[in-house]
């Protein structure tokens, strides 16, 4: 009999609703959420903040959540990763070690590109539709999986679709199109693929 494969579930939220509901979320935030939220530079941090937060107070409890130093949220049962850009914020749950991240399709920059990707992935990318975006999506996947953050040469953050290995321990990635304008990237511990189901959170 073949094995079930595992499921990953990813909530996402549209920040354009966070935004019209946002007096009734922060009503029911504590003061001291509320605070952490108030103190973002700009309104487009605020509303993916309060966005983020919103997904956490729904799913999770700010009760049972902990951040680490390096960003990484850790909860008491199974593992979560949360991802925010431009109209959408994300929140995913698995039962190993996860990261997701989502990101507008967009061009990057040639200065960022030379940054980020070695020699080989920048001849990759040339052969993914939205490469560049589909690249950098799974390095910051990898990155929020193993709980270390964009940090270092970002050009040793591995990059790949599919099953690798990264200091003998075994990894998978891989990423879909969200309509039509994002890409939503996962990596998680382990060698077999997994089920990935999407839900839209509505008010």
């Not at 994300?90 to 960022?112: R, V, W």
Request: hydrophobic content about 40%.
């Amino acid at each position: 009999m073949l094995k079930a494969m595992k499921e990953m579930v990813i909530k996402i939220i549209s920040i354009g609703e966070i935004e019209k509901y946002q007096g009734g979320i922060l009503s029911i935030f504590p003061q001291d959420i509320i605070a952490k939220i108030k103190r973002k530079a700009s309104k487009k941090a605020y509303l993916e903040s309060l966005a983020s937060s919103y997904l956490i107070y729904k799913y999770v409890g700010f009760e049972n959540i902990e951040i680490s130093k390096t960003g990484k949220p850790l909860v008491k049962e199974g593992y979560i990763s949360i991802s925010h850009s431009n109209d959408y914020a994300t929140i995913g749950f698995f039962d190993e070690s996860l990261g997701i991240d989502i990101e507008k399709i967009k061009p990057l920059s040639l200065d960022f590109k030379q940054l980020v990707f070695s020699k080989e992935e920048l001849e990759l990318m040339k052969s993914i539709p939205q490469g560049e975006i589909v690249l950098w999506c799974l390095k910051e996947s990898f990155s929020k999986c193993i709980g270390e953050g964009m940090v270092g040469d970002f050009k040793k953050i591995p990059a790949k679709v599919g099953s690798f290995k990264v200091n003998n321990i075994s990894y998978y990635s891989n990423f879909v199109v969200y309509k039509n304008d994002y890409i939503l990237a996962y990596t998680i511990i382990g060698e077999k693929p997994i089920t990935l189901k999407i839900e839209e959170v509505t008010f």
